[in-house]
């Protein structure tokens, strides 16, 4: 059975029209005779969007109970078993009712998905995990309910659904996103033209990234290898040398000619390494690189221009910034560098040739190593080989007279060694041959004839030949042992640079994965792990393998499709594609390999983690209350007892007096007694999900005056600044009573003598804030979480001086109302609790 298709309307605020556009698309899918059903739409009370709606299919909402209170869901179940076409479901980041299936709407949207059905869905930009802070930074209101940036990535298809701030502000003006009562405020504070704009340009923004991974991704399926201008990036090559600080500023500047432009940075190890290449420089270089929004990546080529190339034409660059050659003229006479042969190459990418103070300084090649031997060297010692040892026999032919055989065979060893220097064994060989077969015509008797008379002159000759062959094998060793070292050392700085990204946290796998495919030049990589048991012959079976995360274009489906694979255990297998690697660089694979095996270990067992640590938290809260709650129930059941049994000793004569003492003593101690064991079973009851909770609109204006008669005594320390042009909030009348009677209590009980407690409200968007402030001694910033810590005081030596479940009791009930309690710092000293609750007519 094929996946589902999954296309999501993406806005950048509520109202953009993101539903009006879905049940659109839906009811002209039904002209085209699709089988289209509604799995789940929220019209928020608009009434155009509630005209689209009628006439279409509706499934029946799911309906769950709570902590008393009622609440519809999505039906997962029924659409699957309804089979339509296409479902449309509102509200991908939606967070489902406690008892639910999964606890995110789009896992359910998943489960349809994997059924084979078409999900249209709909979420705002303020709703993505990678946005999130900064939408809170901007607009000043907590999103909670949140949808992982890779969930919305996946779709087929994401549309984004646009309007400008002034046209959404008058579609709010006009009734038509709330209700006419709550437009102003609306207005003046979520919806002002500075915060739409900034959400406008997120969303446009992310859409474009996701439109961009499309694209790369078109461009690696089709193998299209040519440029195409969509956005501008500038590439910027570095060598190591020290002018490269001063090409990454100036591609830095070009890239910020454009907004929304890219940086990158690449550094070219070719196999036999990169001479000149400074570590120090190029860890340097990177900081930079990165400080300044761009990234930093290296790859592997023996031909740095083509290297630098590809990465370019990868990435879909249309810059390319290059340094001015450090090579003098005269080197430039024999080899016209890199400069010169990428741009002759570079077709549509524009390359910038930079001038800088080393150019034309010549290049500083480490003392500590030769380079192996090259195709000119190479060259080199053929011709000199060739033409040397004849050019040699015309020289000395006319003073064979004079000179002896060993003078002779000595000027013919010179040259060969110098063959060999040169162009490595086979040059030396091919020189040592021919000169002893010159020496052995023109110089040993009888001369003219391929025979030696003496057997000295062929000892002397025998000798001749060996010593070439092996000065040729020392200096042919020596290469390769340079090439070798060079290769390690090549191998060390990849590997280097991969702990570097591990160090800074960019272990990800999928990270790792697109280092792997960048470094060797692959089309894409994947880490496959097998699905069951293990078969003769399943190396080729793409069903016995799962794909864990790829990187690139079209990933390989089983080791079998891949060019080249790398067995990390029994179970997974990295599958690369885009040619096969030589030994070396599978080595270095092997490697990477094994780190994206750990990393991908390592978030299971983080997930592991994360799933066992509610059990152990809840192990330490019944170690915690058991130690704790002793405690704080026997001081009033003794405190009550001594009363009552005060009062039942006939023995003595009570006065009125005496009695009424006793009286309250005991009345007080059961009345605390009472308080604890309420909140001991309310907490409870929230660890359990049991407590009922009945939300209603509800006026702060009749809550706050109760919680501070609640407080007896304590009341004449509360001054309280509360409005009634305030909005009537979504909460538990009667539970919100008690978190306000809490905090209060709890900021009297901190404050000094005299100094009295502050309650304020205020509107910001869709919700309402209550601040507590005192003036007491404060929280450190780092305790701020503790306090709410049950069983635990803030500042406890052990648990016998009380179970301290005020706060942590405050924020349960505060979260079961879907509100939220955190502390902060009081301008001048002490402590503020802030309470945040919805509005009641929240849409």
Same mark, same amino acid.
Not at 452 to 463: G, H, K, Y
């Given at each position: 059975? $094929?996946?589902?298709?999954?296309r999501?309307?993406?806005? /950048?605020?509520? !109202?953009?029209?993101?539903?009006y556009?879905?049940?659109g698309?839906?009811?002209?899918?039904?002209e085209?005779?699709?089988d289209?059903?509604?799995?789940?739409?929220?019209?928020?009370?608009?009434?155009?969007?509630?005209?689209?709606?009628?006439?279409?299919?509706?499934?029946?909402?799911?309906?769950?109970?709570?902590?008393?209170a009622?609440?519809?869901?999505?039906?997962?179940?029924?659409?699957?078993?309804?089979?339509?076409?296409?479902?449309?479901?509102?509200?991908l980041?939606?967070?489902?009712?406690?008892?639910?299936?999964?606890?995110?709407?789009?896992?359910?949207?998943?489960?349809?998905?994997?059924?084979?059905?078409?999900?249209?869905?709909?979420?705002?930009?303020?709703?993505?995990?990678?946005?999130?802070?900064?939408?809170?930074?901007?607009?000043?209101?907590?999103?909670?309910?949140?949808?992982?940036?890779?969930?919305?990535?996946?779709?087929?298809?994401?549309?984004?659904?646009?309007?400008?701030?002034?046209?959404l502000?008058r579609?709010?003006?006009?009734?038509?996103?709330?209700?006419?009562?709550?437009?102003?405020?609306?207005?003046?504070?979520?919806?002002?033209?500075?915060?739409?704009?900034?959400?406008?340009?997120?969303?446009?923004?992310?859409?474009?990234?996701?439109?961009?991974?499309?694209?790369?991704?078109?461009?690696?399926?089709?193998?299209?290898?040519?440029?195409?201008?969509t956005?501008?990036?500038?590439?910027?090559?570095?060598?190591?040398?020290?002018?490269?600080?001063?090409?990454?500023?100036?591609?830095?500047?070009?890239?910020?000619?454009?907004?929304?432009a890219d940086?990158?940075?690449?550094?070219?190890?070719?196999?036999?390494?990169?001479?000149?290449?400074?570590?120090?420089?190029?860890?340097?270089?990177?900081?930079?690189?990165?400080?300044?929004? !761009?990234?930093?990546?290296?790859?592997?080529?023996?031909?740095?221009?083509?290297?630098?190339?590809?990465?370019?034409?990868?990435?879909?660059?249309?810059?390319?910034?290059?340094?001015?050659?450090r090579r003098?003229?005269?080197?430039?006479?024999?080899?016209r !560098?890199?400069?010169?042969?990428?741009?002759? %190459? =570079?077709g549509?990418?524009?390359?910038?040739?930079?001038?800088?103070?080393? /150019?034309?300084?010549?290049?500083?090649?480490?003392?500590?190593?030769?380079?192996?031997?090259t195709?000119?060297?190479?060259l080199?010692?053929?011709?000199?080989?060739?033409?040397g040892?004849?050019?040699?026999t015309?020289?000395?032919?006319?003073?064979?007279?004079?000179?002896?055989?060993? =003078?002779?065979?000595?000027?013919?060893?010179?040259?060969?060694?110098?063959?060999?220097?040169?162009?490595?064994?086979?040059?030396a060989?091919?020189?040592a041959v021919?000169?002893?077969?010159?020496?052995?015509?023109?110089?040993?008797p009888?001369?003219?004839?391929?025979?030696?008379?003496?057997?000295?002159?062929?000892?002397?000759?025998?000798?001749?030949v060996?010593?070439?062959?092996?000065?040729?094998?020392?200096? +042919?060793?020596?290469?390769?042992?340079?090439?070798?070292?060079?290769?390690?050392?090549?191998?060390?700085?990849?590997?280097?640079?991969?702990?570097g990204?591990?160090?800074?946290?960019?272990?990800?796998?999928?990270?790792?994965?697109? %280092?792997?495919?960048?470094?060797?030049?692959?089309?894409?990589?994947?880490?496959?792990?097998?699905?069951?048991e293990p078969?003769?012959?399943?190396? @080729?079976?793409?069903?016995?393998?799962r794909?864990?995360?790829?990187?690139?274009g079209?990933?390989?489906?089983?080791?079998?499709r891949?060019?080249?694979?790398?067995?990390?255990?029994?179970?997974?297998?990295?599958?690369?594609?885009g040619?096969?690697?030589?030994?070396?660089?599978?080595?270095?694979?092997e490697?990477?390999?094994?780190?994206?095996?750990? /990393?991908?270990?390592?978030?299971r067992?983080?997930?592991?983690?994360?799933?066992?640590?509610?059990?152990?938290?809840?192990?330490?809260?019944?170690?915690?209350?058991?130690?704790?709650?002793?405690?704080?129930?026997?001081?009033?059941?003794?405190?009550?007892?001594a /009363?009552?049994?005060?009062?039942?000793?006939?023995?003595?004569?009570? =006065?009125?007096?005496?009695?009424?003492?006793?009286?309250?003593?005991?009345?007080?101690s059961?009345?605390?007694?009472?308080?604890?064991?309420?909140?001991?079973?309310?907490?409870?009851?929230?660890?359990?999900?049991v407590?009922?909770?009945?939300?209603?609109?509800?006026?702060?204006?009749?809550?706050?005056?109760?919680?501070?008669?609640?407080?007896?005594?304590?009341?004449? $320390?509360?001054?309280?600044?509360?409005?009634?042009?305030?909005?009537?909030?979504?909460?538990?009348?009667?539970?919100?009573?008690?978190?306000?009677?809490?905090?209060?209590?709890?900021?009297?009980?901190?404050?000094?003598?005299?100094?009295?407690?502050?309650?304020?409200?205020?509107?910001?968007?869709?919700?309402?804030e209550?601040?507590?402030? +005192?003036?007491?001694p404060?929280?450190?910033?780092?305790?701020?979480?503790?306090?709410?810590?049950?069983?635990?005081?803030?500042?406890?030596?052990?648990?016998?001086?009380?179970?301290?479940?005020?706060?942590?009791?405050?924020?349960?009930?505060?979260?079961?109302?879907g509100?939220?309690?955190?502390?902060?710092?009081?301008? @001048?000293?002490?402590?503020?609790?802030?309470?945040?609750?919805?509005?009641?007519?929240?849409?």
């Open positions: 059975m $094929r996946r589902g298709r999954l999501v309307y993406l806005g /950048a605020a509520p !109202g953009v029209g993101k539903t556009a879905m049940l698309e839906a009811r002209r899918a039904i085209r005779d699709r289209v059903v509604v799995g789940f739409v929220e019209t928020h009370g608009r009434a155009r969007t509630a005209e689209l709606l009628d006439g279409l299919e509706v499934i029946p909402r799911r309906t769950l109970v709570h902590r008393g009622t609440f519809t869901e999505l039906d997962v179940r029924a659409v699957i078993e309804r089979a339509p076409k296409v479902a449309l479901i509102d509200e980041a939606h967070t489902n009712v406690p008892g639910s299936k999964n606890a995110k709407r789009w896992q359910d949207i998943d489960e349809i998905l994997d059924a084979g059905i078409d999900v249209v869905s709909t979420v705002n930009v303020q709703h993505l995990e990678s946005v999130n802070d900064v939408v809170q930074e901007i607009t000043g209101v907590p999103q909670r309910e949140t949808v992982p940036d890779e969930v919305v990535r996946r779709a087929n298809q994401v549309e984004l659904v646009d309007m400008s701030p002034e046209a502000r579609r709010m003006a006009h009734g038509n996103i709330y209700a006419p009562s709550k437009v102003d405020a609306a207005l003046s504070n979520y919806f002002r033209v500075g915060n739409l704009t900034a959400l406008r340009e997120l969303a446009l923004l992310w859409v474009a990234g996701k439109v961009d991974d499309q694209l790369d991704r078109y461009r690696a399926d089709h193998g299209i290898q040519g440029t195409w201008e956005r501008e990036r500038v590439v910027v090559a570095l060598t190591g040398g020290p002018e490269g600080d001063t090409l990454v500023r100036r591609a830095a500047r070009i890239a910020a000619r454009t907004k929304g940086l990158l940075a690449v550094h070219v190890t070719s196999a036999d390494g990169l001479a000149g290449a400074d570590p120090g420089n190029l860890a340097r270089q990177r900081t930079l690189v990165e400080s300044m929004g !761009g990234t930093y990546h290296q790859v592997v080529g023996d031909d740095i221009p083509r290297a630098l190339l590809d990465f370019a034409r990868g990435v879909n660059a249309t810059q390319l910034v290059l340094g001015a050659s003098g003229r005269f080197a430039q006479i024999f080899a !560098g890199v400069g010169v042969e990428t741009t002759s %190459r =570079s549509s990418i524009d390359v910038h040739m930079i001038t800088h103070e080393e /150019a034309k300084k010549g290049r500083r090649r480490p003392a500590r190593s030769r380079a192996a031997l195709r000119t060297r190479r080199a010692g053929w011709a000199l080989a060739v033409a040892m004849p050019l040699l015309a020289v000395l032919a006319p003073f064979r007279d004079v000179l002896s055989l060993p =003078s002779e065979i000595l000027f013919f060893l010179t040259l060969t060694v110098g063959v060999a220097l040169a162009g490595g064994m086979w040059p060989i091919t020189a021919g000169g002893s077969l010159l020496l052995n015509w023109y110089f040993t009888p001369v003219g004839e391929f025979t030696i008379s003496d057997p000295e002159n062929l000892f002397a000759l025998v000798v001749f060996l010593v070439a062959a092996a000065v040729s094998t020392i200096v +042919d060793l020596a290469a390769r042992r340079t090439r070798e070292a060079a290769r390690a050392s090549a191998d060390a700085e990849l590997l280097s640079t991969l702990a990204h591990v160090l800074r946290g960019e272990a990800a796998v999928p990270s790792l994965l697109e %280092r792997m495919r960048e470094t060797f030049g692959l089309a894409s990589v994947t880490l496959l792990e097998r699905q069951g078969v003769p012959d399943d190396l @080729g079976d793409p069903d016995a393998w794909i864990v995360a790829t990187s690139g079209e990933p390989a489906t089983c080791p079998g891949a060019d080249t694979d790398v067995v990390i255990d029994d179970d997974m297998i990295l599958a690369a594609q040619g096969p690697l030589d030994a070396a660089d599978r080595t270095v694979l490697a990477f390999a094994a780190e994206a095996a750990v /990393a991908l270990r390592q978030e067992l983080q997930q592991e983690a994360e799933q066992a640590r509610p059990l152990a938290e809840a192990d330490r809260m019944r170690t915690a209350l058991l130690a704790a709650v002793s405690h704080d129930l026997r001081t009033p059941l003794a405190s009550a007892k /009363a009552v049994e005060s009062l039942g000793n006939t023995g003595v004569a009570w =006065s009125p007096q005496d009695r009424a003492e006793l009286l309250d003593t005991a009345r007080e059961l009345d605390k007694l009472d308080r604890l064991v309420t909140n001991l079973l309310d907490m409870s009851r929230l660890q359990a999900g407590l009922g909770v009945t939300p209603e609109p509800t006026a702060l204006e009749e809550v706050v005056p109760r919680a501070i008669d609640d407080l007896g005594p304590l009341r004449d $320390r509360i001054e309280g600044d509360i409005s009634i042009e305030l909005p009537d909030i979504l909460a538990d009348p009667a539970l919100l009573e008690r978190v306000l009677a809490n905090l209060m209590a709890n900021s009297v009980r901190y404050s000094p003598p005299g100094k009295t407690v502050l309650i304020t409200a205020s509107w910001h968007g869709e919700y309402v209550i601040r507590v402030m +005192d003036r007491g404060g929280i450190p910033p780092e305790a701020h979480d503790r306090v709410f810590q049950p069983f635990q005081r803030l500042g406890d030596r052990d648990n016998h001086s009380g179970v301290g479940l005020g706060l942590a009791l405050s924020r349960g009930l505060t979260e079961a109302m509100g939220s309690l955190v502390p902060e710092e009081t301008p @001048g000293g002490g402590l503020t609790m802030i309470l945040t609750l919805p509005i009641a007519s929240r849409s």
